[in-house]
């Protein structure tokens, strides 16, 4: 079985933009990169999936160099994190 993507998915009030769901790219970003880790898959792009209450749907997708970008952006996070712990 052959993995290109992992999914997000919620149910919302209002619609969003994209750039108000940076996290959520993060946590697909950081899914993908230990699902690729533990199971040998090749995920390399993550897909958002919003409904509101009004039955609007939004599809938000990440691929290429910017979901790498978000790679790299969560492994600086677990960083910082582990930085600020210590």
Request: aromatic share 16%.
């Amino acid at each position: 079985m052959t993995f290109k993507r992992v999914l997000k998915t919620g149910l919302y009030n209002k619609p969003k933009r994209k750039e108000w769901i940076t996290d959520y790219f993060l946590q697909l970003a950081a899914y993908a990169m230990g699902h690729n880790t533990i199971y040998g898959t090749k995920i390399d792009r993550g897909v958002v999936l919003i409904c509101t209450k009004d039955n609007l749907f939004q599809r938000f997708e990440v691929e290429g160099n910017e979901f790498v970008n978000y790679q790299h952006e969560f492994l600086k996070r677990v960083d910082q994190y582990y930085k600020n712990k210590a």
